[in-house]
């Protein structure tokens, strides 16, 4: 790619000629600033500006023209040397990879059927109980559905690391939201217990700073508590939406709605099938960069999950198999 250097000079002057009316400078009324002593403090960034600006342009007119379909970033460099009349780019990208099908003759997708009966009513309802459930402080040592809430500091080689404290963290037990090693660290406690354990990040673990290493967390309990389930009333029925707190009716919806996702997980199985047959007869290669925007998305969105139920901090000790499907 070539861009013009006069033109790049051009539309620098413009706009910093439309800066020099607004910007406003020590000894100088605002709009009196000389062009020169404008150009002396903001002609660096203003050049950057257009010659981004410009290369942009330049590459999406390529783009169009060459009909490519981008994938991911491009990597866009200078290129030294020239007459000094125009400057060169490269660019460096991926593309999107012709899809090419195979036979799909021979195969056969075959639809899952389920009809929902009083044990899925039961177990649909025994999650809302627990989805609604109140947390009742306890004396004993923690175990395995207890939420328990610490303090913790994480250190390697004695040194702390960024990301690896946290107050008032809620970790409930079995959920699978931390790594094994740290849950299990925290199963057998008791509300004032402090403990120090070790735990090993994964090698694939999402802080590349940390992954594959030791840490050893010193942990200070502040409380543990057990979950306390509402019972299957008017009330409870009531929180679900049924006016009149008719239980008969509670199940009725439960068993309607059970039967929507099913529905839904059905459907979308099958189209989960048919897209795996299509991939197994394709030639399909994905394009590096769409794998890693793919992750950082999911990395992103996990975090994002954690500071929205509290947790302040950078990073915890998840395990990166809840990054999977996009947790």
Excluded at 19 to 26: A, C, E, I, P, Q
Excluded at 148 to 154: A, H, I, Q, S
Excluded at 241 to 255: C, H, L, P, S, W
């Amino acid at each position: 790619m070539a861009v013009p250097a006069e033109q790049i000079d051009r539309e620098v002057e413009q706009r910093l000629r439309k800066l020099s009316r607004t910007v406003r400078m020590d000894g100088f009324r605002p709009g009196k600033v000389p062009l020169k002593i404008v150009a002396q403090h903001y002609g660096p960034q203003v050049r950057s500006e257009v010659i981004g600006d410009a290369v942009q342009k330049a590459f999406s007119e390529v783009v169009q023209e060459q009909k490519l379909k981008v994938a991911g970033y491009p990597r866009i460099e200078r290129k030294e040397g020239g007459d000094g009349k125009q400057l060169t780019f490269s660019a460096t990208f991926e593309i999107y990879p012709e899809v090419k099908l195979g036979d799909l003759s021979a195969k056969t997708i075959q639809r899952p059927t389920h009809a929902v009966d009083d044990a899925d009513v039961d177990r649909t309802v025994e999650i809302l109980r627990k989805q609604r459930a109140s947390w009742e402080a306890v004396t004993r040592a923690s175990e395995t559905g207890d939420r328990v809430t610490v303090d913790f500091t994480g250190r390697m080689d004695g040194n702390e690391f960024p990301g690896g404290t946290g107050i008032g963290v809620a970790v409930v037990l079995g959920e699978g939201r931390m790594l094994p090693e740290f849950e299990a660290g925290l199963t057998g406690v008791s509300a004032g217990e402090r403990k120090t354990f070790p735990v090993v990040f994964p090698a694939g673990y999402p802080g590349k700073e940390i992954a594959g290493k030791s840490a050893d967390f010193e942990v200070s309990v502040q409380k543990v508590e057990m979950p306390k389930l509402p019972a299957i009333d008017a009330e409870f029925a009531k929180s679900l939406g049924v006016a009149d707190g008719d239980i008969a009716k509670m199940r009725d919806e439960v068993r309607a709605n059970v039967e929507r996702e099913v529905k839904k997980r059905v459907e979308g199985e099958v189209k989960q099938k048919v897209m795996q047959a299509l991939i197994d007869s394709a030639t399909l290669e994905l394009p590096k960069s769409l794998v890693e925007i793919e992750m950082q998305r999911m990395v992103q969105q996990t975090r994002a999950d954690l500071e929205a139920r509290g947790v302040k901090l950078e990073r915890l000790p998840v395990k990166p198999e809840a990054l999977e499907g996009g947790a």
